[in-house]
């Protein structure tokens, strides 16, 4: 036997001979041996999860958002159409929650259906582990009154204490302080009928009751059961110590509300911790067993979202300063203040203010936003429509009309009444606009102008062709008296355009002979020379 046989014998060996492992300590293997196997990708898909179970969706299946990445057929009916708006909402918030989701979906494939399970699964694994997780936190914490003293808790202590061991025995309708709370509201514990009603075998409350642990003070109003609705102290209570585990809020370190990047609380939140809180006082054994939780948390959200906006507006402002006061006091607004409305009001003001009154009892700055205001929306006129009492300095002076009881009276008998203070001489720089008329006959005039120069250059062009042609006329018949004479030099360089061209040094030496050597009367260069004959 070899070696290697002799090392698989002896670890077969050990195994069968192995004490069986208790139920906790398997639990733990797979938690260890799920987290060891997941990836980068897997990792990032589960902490997903976990924020989707707190912040917008604790029940369902995460492969209905995620399908939304490709293009699915949808259903015709309304129903479907909502759905498909919901899941396609709730993807567009996984994406910016989690940028990596679309790379991993962002792939070619074939079986596209395939990788939506997959994804789906891991990210319901993590919603999975939020719940399981927050609900343990739970426990601990309401039997451990979440950590408070004595005075910093209104109700005190439980009496008798509460034990998570044995919590199927002793809470829920089994304790004292904890069976009014779960009492759903209409019903009254101190009624032998209701409470016999509660505690018969197989009997569930309807999902769409609610609790007087979700009340401020633990005690709703019957007359008016939106009072302190969702404002309860252990709700809170829950809410930090499920985000931040401890319950007085003060952030530090790297907390659940840091992790998944929590900065406000939301309505889903809010639900989700009550449907928790909801299981966690009771002495039911699982959360998904008799009574409907996923019923129950989703007629919480729904209910809210048909709730008067701002109720809900004031619910969550609220629940910001319990959970997150930090935040919220860098959110808050010091002073509500708009100096732009403040302008419009002024401006306003001034203007309604400026029509009432007068023009003599007006000062010269208001005037002049007046007139000002009143060239800017009346249209443009004719000159002639205008009567404008204007100086050489382009000034405005309007005369100014003052009464004999504000000028006083030359009699000393009179008692004038007191006369107010002459005002200064209203005085308007006007920018004189020019009239339709002129800027048409400005116009015309320039237009006129143009055509004449235009005419004038047509008729010196046409003067220096006349000139040019008589000029060649003259030439041509000098040419014919004599035709000895020198060729102008515009004539020289010209040639037909079948005939070579020539060479600059060949033009110069043509031009050096002839200026050198002046033709003779009777040489025989300037004839034409014989064509020579075939031998």
Request: a neutral charge; aromatic letters at 6%.
């Amino acid at each position: 036997m070899s070696d290697n046989e002799t090392d698989a014998g002896s670890t077969r060996s050990s195994r069968s001979t192995r004490a069986p492992r208790s139920p906790k300590a398997k639990a733990l293997s797979k938690d260890h041996h799920r987290s060891r196997q997941r990836d980068k990708a897997e990792s990032e898909n589960a902490s997903l999860g976990r924020a989707l179970a707190r912040l917008r969706q604790m029940f369902g299946s995460a492969k209905d958002p995620v399908s939304k990445a490709f293009e699915f057929s949808v259903g015709s009916s309304a129903a479907d159409k909502e759905t498909h708006r919901q899941n396609l909402e709730l993807y567009e918030w996984m994406i910016e929650q989690s940028p990596s989701l679309e790379d991993q979906l962002d792939v070619q494939t074939r079986d596209p259906w395939k990788l939506v399970k997959t994804v789906g699964r891991e990210i319901d694994e993590g919603r999975n582990e939020a719940r399981n997780s927050d609900t343990a936190a739970l426990k601990k914490g309401v039997s451990a009154d979440f950590d408070l003293l004595d005075d910093e808790d209104d109700f005190g202590r439980w009496n008798p204490g509460l034990n998570v061991k044995r919590r199927s025995e002793s809470w829920g309708y089994h304790h004292p302080q904890l069976a009014p709370l779960l009492t759903p509201i209409g019903m009254d514990w101190e009624n032998d009928k209701d409470r016999d009603k509660l505690l018969s075998a197989g009997g569930i409350v309807d999902y769409r009751c609610w609790y007087p642990f979700m009340y401020k003070g633990r005690v709703a109003d019957s007359k008016d059961l939106t009072k302190g609705l969702l404002r309860g102290d252990l709700l809170v209570k829950a809410t930090n110590y499920v985000l931040h585990r401890r319950p007085d809020a003060q952030q530090g370190g790297r907390n659940v509300a840091t992790i998944i990047g929590a900065t406000q609380v939301t309505i889903e939140l809010i639900a989700y911790i009550t449907t928790l809180m909801r299981f966690v006082l009771s002495s039911e054994p699982r959360i998904d067993g008799g009574f409907d939780s996923y019923a129950f948390y989703s007629h919480i959200v729904s209910s809210m979202r048909e709730m008067d906006l701002g109720w809900v507006e004031d619910l969550l402002g609220w629940w910001d300063n319990q959970v997150f006061p930090e935040q919220h006091k860098s959110r808050s607004t010091i002073f509500p203040g708009d100096t732009f409305a403040s302008i419009k009001r002024q401006v306003q003001r001034a203007r309604s203010h400026e029509q009432q009154e007068s023009p003599g009892d007006v000062d010269g700055d208001e005037i002049h936003s007046t007139a000002q205001q009143q060239d800017r929306q009346e249209p443009m006129q004719a000159s002639t429509s205008r009567k404008r009492n204007t100086t050489a300095a382009g000034f405005e002076r309007e005369p100014r009309v003052l009464s004999e009881e504000a000028a006083g009276s030359d009699n000393e008998n009179d008692q004038p009444r007191p006369a107010k203070a002459a005002k200064p001489a209203r005085i308007k720089l006007r920018i004189q606009e020019p009239d339709e008329e002129d800027d048409e006959r400005d116009g015309e005039r320039d237009g006129e102008e143009d055509h004449e120069r235009e005419r004038q250059r047509l008729r010196e062009r046409e003067r220096e062709r006349e000139k040019e042609k008589e000029k060649e006329k003259r030439e041509r018949e000098r040419k014919r008296e004599d035709p000895r004479a020198p060729v102008r030099r515009s004539q020289r360089n010209t040639r037909s355009p079948s005939a070579p061209r020539r060479s600059p040094s060949q033009d110069h030496s043509s031009e050096s002979i002839r200026v050198s050597q002046p033709r003779a009367k009777n040489s025989t260069a300037n004839k034409p020379k014989a064509p020579e004959k075939r031998r």
